[in-house]
């Protein structure tokens, strides 16, 4: 805003907006241009986020900012608006604005000419080429923001979207009851743009317009419905497979909330905590208002397939969403026992009904499902790894992670995940000091403060939470896995220590001794004793000074690349086919 006045005395109106999070700033008086031309200098906007504008004198509708974001996440690179002109020619050029029809509805390309009064979003490669353009529009089209965004971005190469249907301008009322605005007049009815546009853009320019571009296929959107609070492997899952099928051609929007989510939009649900036992009652109490919200926000965002993970939104969700695309489930971990899990059972069978897929994160889990899935709709997907990351360290990298880490040239033991009553940090973490081992554990959880006072000791290295755990691995010279196995599916633990060429102890009652034992560690019983006599015995042999290869079978191990194919192939499936895989 470019008046000192309003900015310092804000009327009630503004003021009301500012307690719900509108900032209010201060910019340079240039006219039209002043919406966006401040704001690319804004943190967020050079650190990659797209730039939405809309017009001060315009009722806008519910939905039209998602609109935007769901599409800019089909189209990657578009300017995406929901009002728009198609550049037209005559045998001078470009001919006068007021002849350009409007574009079709998903019309695409750089011809397609965007106008803001529907409101429109510029991605990260459209506002860098804005920011280095420079204030040229003072000169050439100081009144025609329009016109100045478009010449700049087309010579770019960088594609127009229009998404609106034809005969929606009227969903966007102009806040003036009677009337056009001054600039609209000047501009379109006193043909102000067409020396503008001629001041912008060049004979090479019109060239360039002219000549036929290719369709651009657009992203597969996939909704994921999840939303936990937690840190653990399968938030972790879901954030890493969003990245990664964003280079196979799909785009991932998540309704819910996960931590460090990497995908291309986030839509809060306001779903709440995860079920478990003891909020169960209260969760299926408030089913109904959530499975409204849920499916009210995914008819607006009209995605090809539905991915829920979780309990809650397999169970509570998969009706509601498979009536508006095909639903696929991740399993990642075995079925819950107790009364958990009877209490879901015939739940979860029945939402089975409505599924496309469910996709296991190992056998192990699988077989928990026979009872419950059809066996046309299950298949395994083992977890990937980033293989290039997640490498056995040399000699020199090694010692820099024990230096960082502050490790001595003591045997050290890894206890990697979070400090709960089923990942049995403690007993890990005996065995250690029972075998002479110095301890780095890499977590954190309910039982965090009582281990650090258990076990406060120099040989005893508690870092927290750590994102990236590579150096954990690299600078140990074992792994104990003593989770009880409730809710296990395939550890990334042990996929990433194995990949970093670390031995594994893994408790028998587990169900991951023998996978330990592929690749290249033992299994042993979940006591103090018999966990710190295979340590003893796997340090003695073991003992890595140069890891030059993985510490078993590292064949068994799925880049990453390969995983997010395998996913990517799958929503595909299931999109085309809108049924069982």
């Known amino acids: 805003m470019s008046d000192q006045h309003v900015v310092d005395n804000p009327p009630k109106s503004l003021s009301r907006l500012a307690k719900r999070g509108l900032e209010i700033r201060l910019c340079e008086d240039l006219g039209p241009h002043k919406k966006y031309f401040a704001a690319l200098d804004l943190d967020r906007v050079r650190e990659g986020a797209a730039l939405v504008t809309a017009d001060d004198d315009t009722f806008y509708p519910r939905g039209w900012l998602l609109a935007l974001a769901v599409n800019a996440a089909r189209y990657p690179g578009h300017v995406v608006a929901h009002r728009a002109y198609r550049v037209s020619f005559d045998e001078d050029g470009l001919a006068p604005y007021a002849t350009w029809p409007h574009a079709r509805q998903l019309d695409t390309g750089p011809q397609v000419f965007p106008t803001g009064m529907g409101g429109v979003l510029y991605p990260a490669v459209a506002t860098d080429k804005l920011r280095a353009a420079g204030r040229g529009f003072t000169t050439q089209a100081p009144r025609a923001d329009d016109v100045w965004i478009h010449s700049v971005t087309s010579r770019a190469g960088i594609p127009g979207l229009k998404i609106g249907a034809d005969g929606d301008a009227g969903a966007f009322l102009p806040v003036r009851a009677a009337g056009e605005p001054a600039l609209a007049v000047e501009n379109v009815q006193h043909s102000g743009n067409d020396s503008q546009i001629r001041a912008c853009y060049s004979p090479a320019d019109v060239s360039m317009l002219r000549a036929e571009t290719a369709s651009v296929d657009p992203h597969l959107l996939v909704a994921v419905l999840a939303e936990s609070k937690g840190t653990g492997g399968a938030e972790k899952f879901i954030t890493r497979l969003a990245s990664s099928v964003h280079a196979e051609g799909v785009a991932s929007i998540l309704v819910g909330e996960i931590a460090g989510w990497r995908g291309a939009l986030e839509v809060p649900a306001h ?156 007993l890990a973490m005996e065995a250690s000091v029972r075998a002479d081992a110095s301890v780095i554990v890499a977590g954190t959880g309910p039982l965090g403060r009582e281990l650090r006072e258990r076990f406060d000791a120099p040989r005893t290295h508690f870092l927290g939470q750590v994102d990236d755990p590579r150096d954990v691995y690299w600078a140990a010279d074992a792994l104990i896995f003593a989770s009880d196995g409730d809710g296990e599916g395939a550890p990334t633990v042990i996929l990433e220590a194995a990949a970093c060429g670390l031995p594994i102890v893994a408790t028998t009652d587990s169900g991951f001794a023998d996978w330990a034992t592929e690749l290249g560690g033992v299994g042993a019983s979940a006591t103090v004793d018999a966990i710190a006599n295979a340590l003893v015995a796997l340090l003695r042999a073991n003992r890595p000074v140069d890891r030059a290869t993985p510490a078993g079978d590292s064949e068994q191990l799925l880049d990453i690349s390969g995983w997010a194919k395998k996913y990517s192939g799958l929503y595909r499936r299931v999109a085309e086919r809108g049924s069982s895989v």
Do not use: M
Request: proline share 6%; net charge positive; with cysteine.
């Open 271 to 426: 779903l709440g905590p995860k079920w478990q036992t003891l909020n169960l009652p209260h969760g299926f109490a408030r089913l109904p208002l959530q499975r409204h919200r849920v499916r009210r926000i995914l008819a607006s965002v009209r995605p090809d397939v539905v991915h829920c993970h979780f309990k809650r939104e397999q169970v509570g969700f998969t009706g509601a969403a498979a009536r508006i695309a095909p639903v696929v489930w991740t399993e990642h971990g075995r079925f819950p026992r107790r009364v958990f899990g009877a209490a879901l059972r015939p739940l979860y069978h029945r939402a089975s009904r409505n599924v496309a897929a469910v996709a296991s994160v190992s056998k192990i889990v699988d077989e928990d499902l026979r009872a419950l899935v059809k066996n046309e709709q299950r298949l395994v997907i083992e977890n990937g790894i980033d293989l290039s990351h997640f490498r056995t360290p040399t000699v020199k990298e090694r010692s820099a992670a024990r230096r960082r880490i502050g490790v001595s040239d003591q045997f050290a033991v890894a206890v990697v995940g979070r400090l709960d009553e089923s990942k049995r940090p403690a």
